[in-house]
């Protein structure tokens, strides 16, 4: 067990808490929309993003990883709509490529950049979070909580059917990339604490957990969350108390909260019932 | 354009990728609360047609207008006065919303930003599903329900919506014999209490094509006819026959 001082387990508790909320928030959109691919994508690029920055040493990481994953998110959807390609075949094209760059930019960074630096991008490194850091993923829940009340209607209309709510008059195309670029903010700033490749775990595993427990979409933006602050707990005492790898453990805690989940359903356990009756 | 509530004024329609025009050269006027029914065999583009009215399609040539006002793919506020229920519109088992929520959400077009639903809003709702006859299907979820009740949920989300055109696609195909009649009655309901101009396409006959006033035929995206009901009936069977065949 490691005793960390209360100056750095604090803002890591809450960061972690704030990474957890926000990406199991945006992985409601992503689950029911469909859109992990562009998930996976859209960390990707924030990976590729953030070794930019530790390549080249007068840009910050932070914000070449969020620049990258906006860029993804507005380019992918588009690129979609023009083309007529189906998302998994862009997101196809594109996910090698953000992971190609990455690593390339990795092995032109200078060598401090690359060790603690790069495993901090492949991997988080939630220790390493300041409270600027949690200021800035609490604004970003400010945000999200500002934009889900303005754009909550459509948004609903949206998760429900995204042709009955064009046809209502929603404005289906703002309102399906206000999603990608939340989404792409949210994996730019969680990055940090997760890591690239994890990020999008954050993101999927607590939402589908959520889709197992309840049919009302408004109990899912509810659950969700909660259930993302507690893998995200989970996943900071696991990494803490057996001294593993911070992103590594929250994915853990996550995939157990959705296996439990998922042995826990009550929609399978209410089928289990009537095919046993 | 007149003032007429839908008016289409030589209006073609080719598909991105298609030789064919799925429409070719409509022009036609439907007043208001009129009851119109649009037959045709399959691919005649009865259901381009009616996407092309509110706008889900765009006109390649031609001029649409609906309320008095052009449409086109970015008229949402147009499309709010305008409710549409699509042929193959069925929700999975998964879908995570209740019935009661896909009915208030009929209300969402009229509701500005940062506007939550209000209790009149939630009172239009309860009081549409009373009057689909689906009170006791307001706690289930959408996707748990049988095709025939979904219908009657959406139904009951026009009736909270209150919009002044309806465009219904084959609003009775895949139903049961028992809901293809309720769900005809329903539409003939909401369409007399709210004074509604409805257009139904429907590629079978029954009690809702039997009650539309006027028939409107389209073979091979081309306006064939356009009759008042008892002298279209003839017609319309011939039109059955020519797909059967």
Known sequence: MIVIPLHILLPTLFGSILAGVLCSTMGVFVVRLKLAPLGFAMSHAAFAGAALGLAVPVLDPLWMALVFAVVMAFLLGPLADVSRLNMDAVVGAFFPLMMALGLIFLSLAPSSGIGRGALSLLWGSVLGITFSDVIKLAGLAAFLVVLLIALGKGFLAILLDRRLAIASGINARLHHHAILFLTAITVALALQITGGLLVYALMILPASAAFQLVYDIKKIFLLAPALGALAAILGLLLSLGADLPIGSSITVAAAGVFLLAVILSPKRLRRRLREIA | ?245
């Open chain 2, 1 to 245: 354009m007149d003032a007429a509530t839908v008016a289409l004024r030589g209006v073609s329609t080719i598909y991105e990728g298609e030789r064919v025009p799925a429409l070719r050269e409509i022009s036609c006027s439907i007043d208001d609360r009129s009851l119109v029914g649009i037959v045709g065999p399959n691919g005649a583009g009865k259901t381009t047609l009616l996407e092309v009215i509110n706008g889900l399609v765009r006109a390649s040539v031609g001029e649409v207008a609906v309320l008095g006002a052009p449409v086109s793919s970015t008229s949402h506020r147009l499309r709010r006065e305008i409710a549409y229920l699509p042929q193959d519109l069925f929700f999975e088992a998964t879908t995570p919303f209740l019935a009661r929520d896909v009915v208030l959400m009929g209300c969402f077009g009229r509701m500005g930003v940062f506007r939550f639903p209000r209790r009149a809003d939630r009172d239009a709702a309860r009081d549409a599903m009373t009057a689909v006859g689906i009170d006791a299907l307001a706690a289930r979820p959408i996707g748990r329900l049988s095709g025939g009740q979904q219908r009657k949920v959406l139904l009951a989300r026009v009736l909270a919506r209150r919009p002044r055109v309806l465009l219904l696609d084959e609003p009775t195909t895949n139903l049961d014999p028992e809901s293809k009649e309720e769900v005809s009655q329903l539409v003939l309901r909401i369409h007399g209490r709210l004074g509604l101009t409805t257009l139904v396409v429907s590629h079978e006959a029954g009690l809702l094509i039997d009650a539309v006033e006027r028939v409107l035929t389209l073979v091979r995206g081309r306006l064939v006819s356009d009759r008042p009901q008892q002298a279209a009936s003839r017609g319309a069977t011939g039109v059955a026959t020519e797909e059967r065949l």
